[in-house]
């Protein structure tokens, strides 16, 4: 008789130290839902996740100046006796909880999240150092691309373990077949607007196109410091009835523009695997990507999606990709085939599930 598995739960809490962001709420609610009691060391005021599983939040400063902070964190590892430490982002986040778990019992386990690893270390000797304190003083590490988990490596000079964990997403469709009757001509770029996603790119190669393609509009969600910018280059471009802003949506609102878009357009200069391209590949979008390891990953170029090096092609690419997506092989064969992947490692439930057992794989 095999032996059974141990409960991935436990009555001790996890501490989480993380930003007062979206990702960070995804994640503790994730682990609430599973069961799994959780103690938040955040940088803001409000109440991130209401749930009775979330015993405690605190505030504190993340900026490297506050030398107080890792006491705080240090202080509720010795009330709480957590399972673990586990600090999202290996910048003054993971610093400040590296810094605290020297002195505690708890192991201190770091996710990755892309810019932390790839751009902070090339911003001065003083942030590299930084992040190498950081992974050094954990005990694991977890990331949603492999190109990360080598590019701590090399930083940080120790092979700490690691596991491959994506942030999934929360629900697909159950048949894509359903999906394909409420497709329209929509393209969707729904990143943030900062200058690392590169979303000028994305809407200039759009409009150099949308005169031969005058049924089709791209949808520009979300929004951020270049939001004002990009409307202005949308206008610059003459493509003010071709893209249209739509602003942060909701969880069903983005997901109706999944269901209606027929091509998913992300290029950012740096990133780990978005969340929004799984999403987009769970609703039958076809994907046009920039060329970055962790894309990758998840897209072949020409086969299931197009990964795209050179702003100055990604109108060629949008093109093909309008062909490409009314195509039989297509809907019979390719999009279900991404479909089915995101199904089988990317669900959100099941990526917690990885969390806890990695807790358990550290004795916690």
């Excluded at 130290?17 to 955040?42: E, I, K, M």
Aim: glycine share 6%; proline share 5%; charged share 20%.
């Amino acid at each position: 008789m095999s032996e059974q598995n141990p409960n991935p739960v436990s009555d001790r809490p996890v501490l989480v130290v993380g930003t007062h962001s979206v990702h960070v709420r995804r994640f503790v609610a994730g682990l609430c839902d599973a069961g799994q009691p959780v103690v938040l060391v955040t940088d803001g005021p409000q109440r991130l996740v209401e749930h009775t599983l979330l015993i405690e939040q605190q505030q504190v400063d993340f900026s490297m100046r506050s030398l107080g902070t890792a006491a705080v964190i240090r202080r509720s590892a010795e009330r709480w006796r957590p399972r673990v430490v586990h600090a999202h982002q290996a910048n003054s986040v993971a610093w400040h909880a590296a810094r605290a778990c020297k002195e505690t019992e708890a192991p201190l386990v770091v996710t990755l999240w892309g810019s932390d690893v790839l751009v902070t270390p090339t911003q001065g000797p003083f942030k590299r150092l930084m992040v190498q304190v950081a992974l050094r003083g954990a005990s694991l590490w977890t990331a949603d691309a492999a190109v990360l988990l080598h590019a701590a490596r090399e930083l940080a000079g120790v092979d700490t373990p690691s596991s491959i964990i994506v942030m999934g997403v929360d629900a697909l469709p159950a048949d894509l077949r359903a999906v394909w009757p409420l497709k329209q001509d929509w393209a969707l770029s729904c990143r943030l607007h900062k200058p690392l996603y590169r979303i000028d790119a994305v809407i200039k190669a759009f409009a150099a196109l949308a005169p031969a393609a005058p049924g089709w509009r791209l949808e520009v969600a979300a929004s951020g410091t270049e939001t004002a910018a990009l409307t202005r280059v949308a206008n610059e471009c003459g493509a003010d009835d071709a893209v249209e802003f739509t602003g942060m949506l909701s969880p069903e609102s983005l997901t109706r523009s999944y269901v209606r878009s027929k091509i998913y357009l992300s290029f950012p200069s740096s990133d780990g695997t978005s969340v929004s391209l799984l999403e987009a590949m769970a609703h039958g979008c076809f994907p046009i990507v920039s060329d970055l390891p962790a894309n990758r990953e998840w897209i072949v170029d020409g086969l299931n999606g197009l990964v795209v090096a050179n702003a100055q092609d990604l109108t060629q690419a949008i093109q093909r990709a309008m062909l490409v997506c009314e195509s039989q092989a297509w809907r019979a064969s390719t999009a279900p085939a991404n479909h089915r992947l995101v199904r089988e490692k990317a669900l959100f439930a099941d990526n917690i599930r990885q969390f806890l057992a990695q807790y358990l794989r550290l004795g916690r």
